[in-house]
């Protein structure tokens, strides 16, 4: 599976970017997919994955209500609809799979594949 991430830029706060990760080797029906970032100078962390069936999304608690998560079966592409952006969401962002069902989702070292990142910068 090979994952590439892309439509991060650099935006003023209160701004949208939707991010984009295209998937190649296998679809994305058979994957759970997740978005995590990594702000400057800290460890990466969770933001939201959907599940295989795309009925179920789930999030960190920071972007409840402003980001979400989405695919296109169609495309093999899972995206990252960001609104209202703050400065605190600037970071890399990366796009993860797995085909395996998750314990723990939220921990990086879960997940089995991993896009290249794509950063975003959010001023103030």
């Known amino acids: 599976v090979q994952l590439q991430a892309s439509g991060g830029g650099l935006v003023e706060a209160g701004a949208s970017l939707r991010l984009s990760c295209v998937g190649s080797?296998?679809?994305?029906?058979?994957?759970?997919m997740a978005w995590f970032r990594q702000p400057p100078g800290k460890e990466r962390e969770f933001v939201a994955h959907i599940s295989r069936d795309g009925g179920t999304a789930v999030y960190t608690d920071s972007v409840k209500g402003r980001f979400t998560i989405s695919r296109d079966v169609a495309e093999n592409t899972v995206y990252l609809q960001m609104n209202t952006l703050e400065p605190e969401d600037t970071a890399v962002y990366y796009c993860?799979?797995?085909?395996?069902?998750?314990?723990?989702?939220?921990?990086?070292?879960?997940?089995?594949?991993w896009g290249q990142g794509t950063q975003v910068t959010v001023s103030s």
């Open positions: 080797g296998r679809t994305v029906s058979t994957l759970l």
């Open positions: 993860a799979a797995t085909p395996f069902g998750l314990r723990v989702p939220t921990a990086s070292v879960a997940w089995d594949y």
